[in-house]
């Protein structure tokens, strides 16, 4: 059985027209600061903006992993009408009209047209009907779908924390590098354009990377990994912080500044930047995702940085002068 189907929120023809034409605009070169005004001034106009121009983000993104024509002229031409009208129709795709769910089988977008997601700066937990539980990270999406045999769960962008529930039919993973199969396990997977990244808390996990030729690999309890399509890197005692985001917690032992903004990037809208010259100050610590705004203001005080505010949705973090 698969799981309810999750359409994107509305997005009118006229609205999706102005989201794409900032997009390219704004990938044209930096806007100038009377055009940067006039963008802000237009996403807080009105809520269905901000709804648009945060899908389109997500549409731009995920077109870079989609093989297509329509992907490609949506890349590759950034000066054309071709790539105007490209982007415009998956955005108007992903809003939900009637048509989506008849093309869903068709077209190479599965993951604007997820059972479940979850838009920038939201988590959310979802309780499956074999007894299972997912909790979605920000930005992410999941296919599910469930029948008399087996159990497929399909990551399609982003992050997942899944505790798996004990049945009779086999339980699959599936991401963009390989397939997982978990045995009693508690896990979190995470999917990069290159990679995916696995951690097991409990029970164990057998990899099969998608291309591998060899023997599938049993990920053991506490253990982590990165793999790709071809293997997989040497499993490794888990982080301390790893799957902390569940609890609305960002860990950092040691971490390098400019990776740290990197995962706090993606729980809030807009553009958060790290000056190079800052980036690889080192810095420890728990910080709440949900609070981004409180937790650079943290970072004032316990580093030699500044954070300057151009607008709410362009922030950028450097040297203290």
């Known amino acids: 059985?698969?799981?309810?189907?999750?359409?994107?929120?509305?997005?009118?023809?006229?609205?999706?027209?102005?989201?794409?034409?900032?997009?390219?605009?704004?990938?044209?070169?930096?806007?100038?600061?009377?055009?940067?005004?006039?963008?802000?001034?237009?996403?807080?106009?009105?809520?269905?903006?901000?709804?648009?121009?945060?899908?389109?983000?997500?549409?731009?993104?995920?077109?870079r992993n989609v093989s297509s024509p329509l992907a490609h002229a949506a890349l590759n031409a950034p000066k054309s009408s071709s790539r105007r009208q490209a982007l415009k129709l998956l955005l108007l795709l992903g809003a939900g009209s009637a048509l989506t769910y008849g093309l869903r089988d068709q077209l190479p977008i599965t993951p604007l047209l997820a059972d479940f997601s979850t838009p920038v700066g939201q988590r959310r937990r979802l309780q499956l009907h074999d007894g299972s539980q997912i909790h979605l990270n920000t930005g992410s999406s999941v296919d599910v779908h469930f029948d008399a045999q087996r159990r497929v769960i399909r990551l399609l962008e982003g992050e997942m924390l899944l505790t798996s529930a004990q049945d009779a039919r086999p339980l699959q993973v599936l991401t963009?590098?390989?397939?997982?199969?978990?045995?009693?396990?508690?896990?979190?997977?995470?999917?990069?354009?290159?990679?995916?990244?696995?951690?097991?808390?409990?029970?164990?996990?057998?990899?099969?990377?998608q291309a591998h030729p060899g023997p599938a690999l049993w990920v053991q309890p506490r253990q982590q990994l990165s793999f790709d399509r071809q293997g997989w890197n040497a499993p490794r005692p888990l982080d301390a912080g790893s799957g902390a985001w569940a609890d609305g917690m960002l860990v950092a032992a040691h971490m390098r500044l400019g990776d740290f903004l990197a995962e706090l990037g993606r729980y809030r809208r807009g553009q958060l930047n790290c000056d190079p010259t800052v980036a690889d100050l080192l810095i420890s610590g728990t910080y709440p995702v949900d609070d981004s705004e409180r937790v650079l203001d943290l970072l004032q005080i316990s580093l030699p940085v500044r954070v300057r505010r151009f607008t709410r949705y362009w922030v950028t973090v450097e040297a203290r002068v």
């Open 1 to 63: 059985m698969s799981g309810a189907f999750n359409h994107p929120p509305d997005i009118g023809a006229a609205v999706a027209e102005q989201a794409v034409s900032w997009l390219i605009e704004m990938q044209g070169g930096a806007l100038t600061p009377l055009r940067q005004q006039a963008w802000e001034q237009w996403l807080q106009a009105h809520s269905e903006h901000q709804r648009a121009w945060e899908h389109i983000q997500r549409v731009n993104q995920r077109l």
């Open 176 to 209: 963009a590098h390989g397939a997982l199969q978990p045995q009693a396990a508690r896990l979190n997977v995470r999917q990069f354009g290159d990679r995916t990244e696995l951690a097991v808390f409990d029970g164990r996990v057998e990899l099969t990377p």
